[in-house]
């Protein structure tokens, strides 16, 4: 048991960090530590497996990866965890492609590079504190 005012007395909320650049991966790491539970992948297919281990409330996918885009696992993630919050990070996509996107996979919201760290913090946030589920 830990004292009520122990950084161990209230859980931390469980959230995924998916993407193929180690630097990214490790300064969303770092800014979002303080705040949440981190697990990182850095493919969709490390992503599926961490999903398949831990219930996380967000998950935070890079669009365009080698072995997968983003967009296709948040859609499989819509799927399989539809109560879980996503959040997409993108340089490339066209407006209307990513209107598409937002409705194929529910996101919570998209995030376009370059993604500032508050900016991050604060979406997740958000995320993680938004009710009720992700359908229309």
């Known amino acids: 048991m830990y004292p009520a005012d122990s950084p161990m007395a209230a859980a931390k909320d469980a959230i995924l960090v998916v993407d193929d650049e180690l630097p990214i991966i490790e300064a969303f790491v770092a800014a979002l530590s303080p705040y949440f539970d981190v697990t990182s992948a850095m493919s969709a297919r490390e992503a599926d497996f961490a999903l398949r281990k831990k219930a996380f409330k967000v998950v935070i996918s890079d669009h365009l990866m080698p072995g997968g885009n983003g967009m296709s696992f948040l859609v499989r993630a819509r799927e399989e965890y539809p109560n879980m919050k996503r959040i997409l ?7 209307e492609m990513l209107m598409r996107s937002v409705n194929e996979a529910a996101l919570f919201r998209y995030l376009l590079k370059p993604v500032t760290l508050g900016e991050l913090i604060k979406v997740v946030q958000d995320a993680a504190n938004a009710g009720g589920s992700n359908e229309d």
């Not at 990070?89 to 407006?95: D, I, L």
């Open 89 to 95: 990070v993108t340089g490339y996509m066209k407006p």
